[in-house]
């Protein structure tokens, strides 16, 4: 199915409209950072460690709060896309946005990243557990009935989903699922309308998880609930902390929730039909890691 063309040029522009003037002003500083480490042929380490995903599910607090701890370095930006959407760009364009290893080595601190989409990417996962055998892996989990919501709402917000919450649930194979299946064969395709219309399968966290959750064991694969982290930040951030050999002990006065986005009333029965559709995946997730959530409350 092809996007008629005006259609397309609404969908991939109309967000640079919504960005703030702090926004725009960030982009272009760190874009000229970047380009002056490029130039000056600086290059940076890989990251200890990679927040990846799920969308919606407070990445953005979480990877602040962790960027707050005296041994974290900052990368450029928080959402690298490397893995997903930038892969063809090669490693050394990935290096450019980390400090060196002598920044880090002589501050004794780490570097990393959080892009939200690697978690629901076809082949980000395996580009980063062959191109980064030790990386440390963090996933944050929440509600997938909330997640779908949030998710939904953004792109409402953002003038790209004009259809009621279950119509763009139920039209949502319709739009990615061939979407998926290209990505798959071709891993040179990315594809905007599998990233933005995935809301249920974003929401179903098992078989996006599945190939990883081995590293569980070996102590490379943190699971987090997002409500955790929203109710309890500092305990939350002490347990990331020992799992990427931090002093858990630092603590910080306040944890303010970042990029909240709004959202209107749903209905029960709305609730209902996706509590219903995530059931199953919620079930057997909490079966394969002991992570779940009672989709009725």
């Known amino acids: 199915m092809k996007e008629p063309a005006l259609d397309h040029l609404k969908r991939r522009f109309l967000p640079l409209f919504h960005w703030s003037l702090r926004e725009r002003k960030r982009a272009a500083k760190e874009t000229y950072a970047f380009l002056r480490r490029r130039l000056a042929q600086t290059e940076g380490t890989l990251p200890h460690f990679i927040i990846i995903g799920a969308q919606k599910a407070g990445t953005s607090s979480f990877h602040a709060y962790l960027s707050r701890h005296p041994s974290v370095q900052r990368a450029l930006r928080k959402e690298i896309h490397y893995f997903d959407l930038s892969y063809s760009r090669g490693e050394a364009w990935y290096r450019a946005h980390f400090p060196s290893a002598e920044e880090l080595a002589s501050a004794n601190s780490i570097s990393g990243e959080a892009s939200p989409y690697y ?44 259809l009621s919450l279950i119509d763009a649930v139920m039209a949502e194979g319709r739009l990615t699922d061939d ?100 059931q199953p995946s919620v079930a057997e997730l909490e079966r394969e890691t002991g992570i779940g959530w009672n989709l009725n409350d």
Do not use: C
């Open 119 to 162: 978690m629901a990417h076809p082949h980000a996962l395996t580009r980063i557990t062959t191109d980064l055998p030790d990386v440390k892996l963090i996933a944050l989990l929440r509600n997938p009935v909330e997640r779908t919501i949030s998710h939904y709402f953004h792109e409402k917000r953002h003038g790209t989903e004009p």
């Open 179 to 278: 979407e998926w299946k290209r990505m798959s064969s071709d891993p040179s395709y990315n594809s905007t309308w599998q990233r933005r219309y995935s809301y249920i399968f974003r929401s179903n966290y098992i078989d996006q998880l599945r190939q990883i959750l081995p590293l569980r064991a070996e102590n490379r694969l943190l699971l987090l609930k997002a409500e955790d982290l929203f109710d309890d930040p500092g305990e939350t951030m002490a347990r990331s902390y020992e799992f990427l050999g931090l002093d858990p002990s630092t603590k910080h006065k306040r944890y303010p929730a970042l990029n909240k986005g709004k959202t209107s009333k749903v209905s029960d029965r709305d609730r209902a039909i996706l509590a219903e559709l995530l």
